[in-house]
């Protein structure tokens, strides 16, 4: 059993990327191989930016500790990912070094948040992390989530989560 740590990665009011996430979430729960928990910046404020020994987060500390692998749900914000997302990462450093990491993007437009995925890539490999080379994409997330529920209004997503999780699993296995 690996230890999956999601991190949905806004703290916007409204944000769709948080319902991704807890697809993902219950998907990844079901799948049998993790443990998971799923997180959003705003659990773990930090007073400072930066990767400040003395001003970390032992909450998320820990967490990066416990995880065997991470996933970023990535709602994509002027062609980019969130900046609180960004301070959230970078609070930590040693605790993602070789830990696989895969993406999931979402957007309002057809690329499915393709751009905010490019925009973190080198950040990530620069912090330790193993890129996966699988994505998940979420376009025109307005019409794919109920506004409701926030549950997925069918499930053609539900493969492409799989094999990403899957290959995360094969990942994690070889780089623990």
């Known amino acids: 059993m690996k230890n999956l ?11 769709r990327s948080i319902y991704a996430a807890k697809y993902i ?21 930090s007073p400072h930016e930066g990767n400040d020994p ?7 500390t820990k967490l990066t500790e416990w995880a065997d692998a991470f996933l970023l749900v990535l709602p994509e914000y002027n062609h980019s990912f969130a900046g609180s997302l960004k301070m959230l990462l970078d609070t930590e450093l040693s605790n993602y070094l070789h830990k696989p990491v895969a993406f999931a993007g979402v957007s309002v437009g057809g690329f499915g948040g393709v751009r905010a995925i490019e925009s973190i ?20 997330s307005y019409g794919f989530f109920d506004e409701q529920t926030g549950e997925p209004i069918d499930d053609s997503k539900q493969k492409e989560v799989g094999q990403a999780l899957d290959e995360l699993h094969w990942m994690a296995e070889r780089l623990g």
Do not use: T, W
Request: charged share 30%.
């Open 54 to 60: 003395d001003n970390k987060n032992p909450g998320y």
């Open 121 to 140: 890539l080198s950040a990530v490999r620069q912090m330790g992390m193993v890129a996966l080379s699988i994505d998940i994409h979420f376009s025109n």
């Open 25 to 45: 979430e219950k998907l990844a729960s079901k799948d049998g191989r993790y443990k998971v928990k799923l997180i959003c910046p705003e659990d773990y404020p």
């Open 5 to 15: 740590l999601i991190i949905e990665g806004s703290v916007r009011e409204k944000r």
